[in-house]
């Protein structure tokens, strides 16, 4: 739908609100920058854990069935911008 240019105003504005906080490496490209935002979640859920949490929760949500559990980032120190800041990459 995104690359059809189906792309909802919420999601617009999601990316347009974060300008000041998100920043994107060059290879990161328009197509992902938009799903990032997207606006539709239907109940999306991102969490935040410690290192040694991840490999446990992992497994805990594969056995309850959960659709979709992956890590697809970390949270590290010296984000250029300093603290709030948020650098994909």
Same mark, same amino acid.
């Given at each position: 739908? *995104?690359?059809? &240019?189906? #792309?909802? $105003?919420?999601?617009?504005?999601?990316?347009?609100?974060?300008?000041? %906080?998100? %920043?994107? +490496?060059? /290879? =990161?490209?328009?197509?992902?920058?938009?799903? @990032? &935002?997207? +606006?539709?979640? /239907?109940? &999306?859920?991102?969490?935040?854990? /410690?290192?040694?949490? *991840? !490999?446990? @929760?992992?497994?805990?949500?594969?056995? $309850?069935? /959960?659709?979709?559990? +992956? =890590?697809? $980032? !970390? #949270? =590290? !120190? $010296? *984000?250029?911008? &300093?603290?709030?800041?948020?650098? =994909?990459?």
């Amino acid at each position: 739908m *995104v690359e059809a &240019g189906h #792309v909802p $105003g919420g999601t617009t504005r999601n990316l347009e609100d974060l300008a000041d %906080s998100v %920043s994107f +490496a060059d /290879s =990161v490209d328009d197509f992902t920058r938009t799903l @990032l &935002g997207d +606006a539709q979640t /239907s109940g &999306g859920l991102l969490m935040c854990v /410690s290192p040694d949490a *991840v !490999e446990p @929760l992992l497994l805990d949500l594969v056995d $309850g069935r /959960s659709p979709v559990a +992956a =890590v697809i $980032g !970390e #949270v =590290v !120190e $010296g *984000v250029e911008g &300093g603290a709030g800041r948020i650098r =994909v990459e």
